[in-house]
C-alpha cells in the first residue's frame, strides 16, 4: 500500500462526519440505479414469462426436421427446453357447422411434448392419454361436438371415431392453438417440427440460423415469436432493439444526471476543505498527476461501501415492493404475478454505473486539488467570491429588523453565492415530485370507470329468460336486473355507419313495448369516438339524429344480400332507457328494440334459428362479494355461457393501476430524494466548513442558541423559498401535462394538493434534521481547539 493511498484512507478515518456524508449521498445514488436496473430486469423476465407463457417458452420453430436431425437438434445445450409435433395433414369434424367448408390441421405429439405444449393452452376437461383421443378448438364445443362424445374425424382421406376428451384456446400463441385437432402418438414417424426455448438470447438469429443448416434446413424456414423475442432484446428488428436499449439508456441517463450532481457536490466540497493538505503535499514534491490520483482513489474508495449498500438496500427494497403487489394481484385472481430477478446483468451495470459516474464527478474536483499552490494553500488563501452590487445591498427588511442575528442572517443568506444553486435545485426537485406525481394522479384518478353493470350473461340457444331471473334472485340481491332476449341481424341498407355491419335486435314484453316505445320499433342510439374538420376528437352519434330512412335487414351469419325485414324506427338516446343500455353498452353499439310478438315475426322472415337467438341478462348487485358465487351457479347450470364479471376485473385493474403508482411514484420519489440529498449533503458539509467562524461568533459572546437560531432561520429561508417556487411551478407542470392529453383520457383536472402537502411536510422534516443537528454541533464543539487551528 503506497503512502498516499495510506494518508487517503487516514483522512476518511479522521473526518467520520464528511466521510460519513458523502457515503451516505454515495448510498442513494447507488440505491436509485440499483433499483432501478433490478426493477427493469425483473418486469423484463416477468413480460417475457407472460408472453410465452400459452407456447410453453418455445420461442423457436424448426421446421420439416427429419427424426435423426431432430434428436440431434434436440440434444444441443443451447436450449432449456425442446419439444416435437408432426402435422398429420387437414381434417374435418362432420358435426361442425361452421367448418364444413374448412379444414382444421390435425397434430400428433408424444406423452412428454403434448403434456409440454398443451397443458398451458388447454381451456376445457383433459389432455389425451390415448391414441384415439383427441383435443378439439374451444368453439367447437356446443357447435355439433362435445366433451365426452365421440366425434367422426377425417384424417387424409380415412375415416375414424374418436373421443373429445378437451378444448384448446384457438386464440392462443402456440403452434398446435387454432383451428386444430391434436392427438396423442407414442412415437413420431415422419418429418416433424421441432420447438425450442433457447437457453441465452445473445446473437439468437445467428446461432440459430448455424443450427438449420446443421438440421438439414434453410435457415430462412425458422421462424421466431418476434413479440416475446423483442421484450428480452433478442428479435432480429433492430429498431424494436434499439427501442429496448433507449429506455435502459434513458433511466440510466436521469439517475445519472441527479446523482452526478449529487456526487461531484459531495466531492468538491471535500476537496475545498482538504486545501492545507493539498499544498502541503505538494511543497514536498507531490507532483499534480499523483494528487488526481489520490482524489480518484479517495472517491473510489468511498463508492465501494456505497455500492454494497445500495445493493442491500435496492435490491431488498424491489424484492419488497414486488412480494406486496403480487399478494395483491393473487387476491384478485389475476394470474399474474411479477418474477423478481437480481441476475448478474443488471448488478454488474449497476456496478460500471457507479464507477463511471464517480470517476467522471470526481474529474473537475481532481484537477482544481492538482492546481492548488503550495504557498496559498498554507496560508488558507482562499479565493472569496466576487459579489455583486446587488448582493452587497442592504434589502429594506434587513434595515428594518431590529434584531441582530436575524439581520446577520439575511446578510448571509444573500451574499451567499452556492444558495442560488441550491435554491435553483431544490425549486426544480420540488416541481419536478409535484408535477409528475400530481399528473399521475390525474392519470390514474380518470381512468378509472364507474359501471351499472356489476356481470352480464348471455345463453345461446332458445328462451332461457324466466330461468336466468330465477337463478340470479334466488342467488343474490340485487338492485337492478335486467333480463331480455336478442339475435342479430345484418344491415343491408340503412345509416352509412351501420350498413354492412350486425346489428343486434332486442325483444322486451309486448306490455313495455307499447308502454316505454309506443309499439314502434326503437333504435338506441349511442355516442362513438369520431374526428372533426380540424382532426379533433369529439364524441358523434352512431346514427344522426336526423336520420329517417329505413332499416333492411337480412340474415346475418348467411351474409345474404336478401334483406327479410324492411322498417322504419325511432332513434332514441341509449341514455333514457338504462335498464336496456347496460346490455348493449358492452360492444359500444346500439340496438334496435322491439316486442316479443314483433321479435319473433322477424326471427321467422330473417331465417334464423333457435342456435341463432341467445338471453342476455345484466345485474347490478346490492352486495359485491355476492359476484363469485353467483358467477359459479350461473357457469355450473348454463354450461357454455359467457359470464362477464366486471367487479373481478375492476378488482384487477386496481391491482394494476396500484402496481403502477406504487412502481412510478416510488421511481420519481427517489429521483427527489436524490436530489434533496444533494442539498442537505451540501448544506451540512457547508455546516462543518463554518465551524471556525462559528467558534469566533461564539468566543465574542454569541450563545449556541443564537447561533442556532441564525442558521436555521438561513435554513428556513431557502426551504422556504424552494418549496413555494417549486409549488407554483409543480401545479403549472401537472397542469401542462394535463393539457397535453386529449379529453378523452383525462375528463377533469384534480389540482395536486396531496402531493404538494407530503412535499412541504418533507421540507418541514428537512429543516428540523438541520435544527437538531446544528444544534448539537454547536453545543459540543471545542471552541478552544478549533479557534487555535485558525
Known sequence: MGILTKLSLRSLREEKSRTI??????????????????????????????AVQSEAGLVVRFPGVTAEKAEKLQNSSQFSKTAAFEEVGESQL????????SGVQVYRLTAKDLKLMATPILAAGRLPQTSDEILVPSYAIGDGSAIGQRETV?????????????????????????????????????????????????????????????????????????????????????????????VVLAALLVIGGVALIMIYTSINLTVKAHRERYGLLRSLGTTPKQLRRLVYEQSLTLALPALLFGYLFGIFGIKLTMTGINQMMRRTQMGFTFVF??????????????????????????????????????????????????????????????????????????????????????????????????????????????RDTDLMVAITGSDQRTAVRKLITQQA???????????????????????????????????????????????????????????????????????????????????TKKAGVTTQATLVPATEEPGLAQL????GFGAMIVSETLFAQWQAKLGNKASDMQTVAAVKLSDPQDHKALVKALSTQF?????????????????????FRVISYGFITLLALVSLATIINHVFAALLEQKRSLAMLQSIGTTSGQLTGMLNLQNALLLVK?????????????????????????????????????????????????????????????????????
Not at 26 to 50: E, K, P
Not at 378 to 390: C, D
Not at 763 to 769: C, F, G, M, R, Y
Open 21 to 50: 456524508l458523502t457515503i451516505v449521498a454515495m448510498t442513494i445514488a447507488a440505491t436509485l440505479a440499483v433499483a432501478t436496473l433490478v426493477g427493469l430486469r425483473s418486469v423484463q423476465i416477468s413480460m417475457y414469462q407472460r
Open 94 to 101: 362432420t358435426g361442425m357447422t361452421d367448418q364444413q367448408d
Open 154 to 246: 377425417h384424417i387424409n382421406g380415412q375415416k375414424r371415431r374418436l373421443l373429445v376428451v378437451g378444448t384448446i384456446d384457438m386464440y392462443a400463441m402456440s403452434p398446435i392453438a387454432g383451428n386444430s385437432l391434436v392427438m396423442l402418438t407414442k412415437t413420431l414417424t415422419g418429418k416433424r417440427t421441432v420447438m425450442v426455448a433457447p437457453a441465452s438470447f445473445g446473437g439468437l438469429h445467428a446461432r440459430m440460423s448455424a443450427l438449420a443448416k446443421t438440421a438439414g434446413i434453410h435457415p430462412k424456414t425458422v421462424t421466431y415469436d418476434e413479440s416475446a423475442l423483442m421484450i428480452m432484446g433478442a428479435s432480429g428488428n433492430a429498431k424494436s432493439q434499439a427501442i429496448l436499449v433507449s
Open 341 to 450: 430477478r437480481a441476475d448478474w446483468l443488471p448488478l454488474v451495470i449497476a456496478g460500471l454505473f457507479m464507477a463511471g459516474v464517480t470517476l467522471l464527478a470526481a474529474a473537475r474536483p481532481a484537477f482544481r486539488a492538482s492546481r492548488i499552490s503550495p504557498i496559498a494553500a498554507i496560508r488558507t488563501a482562499e479565493t472569496s467570491p466576487m459579489l455583486s452590487r446587488w448582493r452587497l445591498h442592504e434589502t429594506w427588511l434587513m434595515r428594518h429588523l431590529h434584531r441582530p442575528m436575524a439581520t446577520l442572517a439575511l446578510k448571509r443568506d444573500r451574499r451567499n453565492t452556492a444558495r442560488g444553486t441550491m435554491l435553483v435545485l431544490l425549486t426544480l426537485t420540488v416541481a419536478l415530485f409535484i408535477g409528475m406525481t400530481g399528473f399521475m394522479h390525474n392519470l390514474l384518478a380518470n381512468t378509472e370507470q364507474s
Open 477 to 559: 340481491k340485487t338492485k337492478q336486473l335486467a333480463v331480455v332476449l336478442e339475435s342479430s341481424a345484418m344491415v343491408l341498407k340503412g345509416p352509412y355507419a351501420l350498413t354492412d355491419s350486425s346489428m343486434t335486435v332486442v325483444a322486451v314484453p309486448d306490455a313495455q313495448f307499447k308502454k316505454n316505445f309506443n309499439s314502434t320499433p326503437t333504435y338506441l342510439n349511442t355516442r362513438v369516438q369520431g374526428t372533426d374538420a380540424n382532426g379533433k376528437n369529439h364524441k358523434e352519434w352512431l346514427v344522426p339524429p336526423t336520420y329517417d330512412g329505413t332499416y333492411a335487414l337480412g340474415n346475418a351469419d348467411h351474409m
Open 584 to 587: 348493449i353498452y358492452h360492444d
Open 639 to 659: 354450461k357454455g355461457s359467457r359470464v362477464t364479471d366486471y367487479i373481478a376485473y375492476d378488482e384487477q385493474n386496481i391491482a394494476i393501476m396500484t402496481a
Open 722 to 790: 424552494g418549496g413555494v417556487l417549486g409549488t407554483l411551478l409543480g401545479n403549472l407542470l401537472s397542469y401542462w401535462l394535463y393539457r397535453l392529453m386529449t379529453h378523452e383520457f383525462l375528463k377533469s383536472f384534480l389540482w395536486p394538493w396531496q402531493e404538494t402537502l407530503a412535499a412541504l411536510l418533507g421540507l418541514a422534516v428537512i429543516w428540523l434534521a438541520f435544527a437538531i443537528t446544528t444544534r448539537r454541533m454547536l453545543r459540543h464543539q471545542d471552541i478552544d481547539q478549533l479557534i487555535r487551528a485558525v
